[in-house]
């Protein structure tokens, strides 16, 4: 099959965009031919096109139309739905919050799938999703990228922040300040702290404890570590094997974390570290959350919509496809302006006057720090020429 996968970014290494390149690979693997499109490309991009994978930000570039789209954020799927009309399509919501995941209606996106049953709540009991359309995929690791480290010792010495998210300016501090009472090294890894990783899988095997939440979270255990599920919307709990079956439907995401990041807290967590549960947690995850099980699933549904579309040829509308778009336009339109009006509120607030003040005085130092930069580039140049004037006199 050739299979179309939309992502509003493949350029930051973050959860999509990472799905989106584990995802192209494994349907590689298997003779597939994935295609990755956004409007946005960077590393990630580059990382797919490196393993021969097609990559483009521009439908135009396509020779031949997809077999099935595999959508994700509506702004991209919508945009290839319009470009190939006769391409049916799944919709794959990864996040409870960004708007960036609401579902787009229409007709010829023919399944629905949640990463987990708090993305099925917002499919089925917000925007209004068949539940017969719908399906939950749980998040899987790549097995042969995380490979399981040795055992981990009778007390955790080095301990990991894996996330995009925190930093000083969050939640960083407690955890920073809890492993510090416990006398345990602490590493940070992530965009927000100024310290993001390429390689996870090449790093996670040094640590013994590791605070991360989603897709890091099931690959830090996955390879091993103990993991305490913690990230800017709150803190979880140690994952164990008592607590597994509940959290693993959740994404290890915001639903389990539900308690304020305080160093206490942190530290009751902490003190359920057992290397011999967290074993065994990882051998549960290794069993059940590898990629190609995941892939069996996405290859038999993309069967299925393909074949359905093919049933119902002759009774697709073009009015109900313009109807929907135009639905979608509407939507799109009220959801742009609500934003709008966040950035106003942001602008006018305390916080935005005090950057606003910020940037004026900070644009008033750089005006002669620019001039002093031209001043000694343009003397700089003169003696260049100079010499070079002499050199050639000689």
């Not at 917002?122 to 719908?134: K, M, N």
């Not at 300040?177 to 390689?199: K, M, P, Q, S, T």
């Not at 930069?373 to 000689?394: C, D, G």
Request: aromatic share 6%; glycine share 6%.
């Amino acid at each position: 099959m050739r299979i179309l996968i939309t992502n509003n970014s493949l350029a930051a290494r973050a959860g999509t965009e990472l799905y989106v390149r584990d995802l192209a690979l494994g349907l590689l693997k298997r003779g597939h031919t994935p295609i990755a499109y956004s409007t946005k490309l960077g590393d990630v991009a580059t990382e797919i096109r490196a393993a021969t994978v097609p990559v483009i930000d521009n439908l135009d570039a396509m020779g031949s139309p997809p077999d099935v789209i595999h959508g994700q954020h509506h702004l991209s799927t919508m945009t290839a739905l319009l470009h190939f009309p006769q391409t049916p399509a799944i919709y794959f919501c990864h996040g409870w919050a960004p708007w960036e995941e609401r579902p787009p209606k229409f007709p010829r996106i023919l399944r629905y799938a949640a990463v987990d049953y708090t993305c099925r709540d917002r499919l089925i009991f917000e925007a209004g999703i068949p539940e017969e359309r719908t399906c939950v995929l749980l998040n899987f690791a790549d097995l042969e990228r995380f490979k399981s480290r040795g055992p981990l010792p009778e007390r955790p010495q080095r301990a990991l922040v894996l996330s995009n998210n925190l930093s000083e300016q969050n939640s960083l501090g407690a955890v920073q300040e809890a492993c510090a009472r416990a006398g345990i090294e602490l590493d940070v890894l992530g965009r927000c702290a100024g310290n993001a990783c390429a390689e996870p899988e090449a790093m996670l095997g040094n640590y013994d404890l590791v605070f991360a939440k989603g897709r890091a979270a099931l690959e830090a255990m996955a390879v091993g570590t103990a993991v305490v599920l913690c990230d800017v919307a709150g803190l979880g709990p140690m994952v164990t094997t008592a607590n597994i079956e509940r959290l693993r439907p959740l994404n290890f995401g915001i639903r389990s974390l539900r308690n304020p990041v305080h160093v206490d807290a942190l530290a009751r967590e902490m003190a359920n570290y057992d290397p011999i549960d967290a074993l065994q947690v990882s051998h549960q995850i290794r069993e059940s959350a590898g990629r190609e099980l995941v892939i069996d699933e996405l290859i038999g549904m993309y069967q299925d919509v393909i074949d359905e579309h093919a049933r119902n040829a002759d009774s697709n509308s073009m009015s109900a496809e313009q109807h929907a778009a135009a639905g979608y336009l509407r939507e799109l339109s009220v959801g742009l302006n609500a934003r709008d009006g966040e950035i106003d509120r942001l602008f006018n607030s305390r916080g935005g006057r005090l950057l606003r003040s910020y940037g004026a005085i900070r644009r008033k130092l750089q005006s002669p720090i620019q001039s002093m930069r031209n001043m000694v580039r343009s003397r700089t140049q003169s003696e260049s020429r100079e010499a070079s004037r002499a050199i050639k006199i000689k």
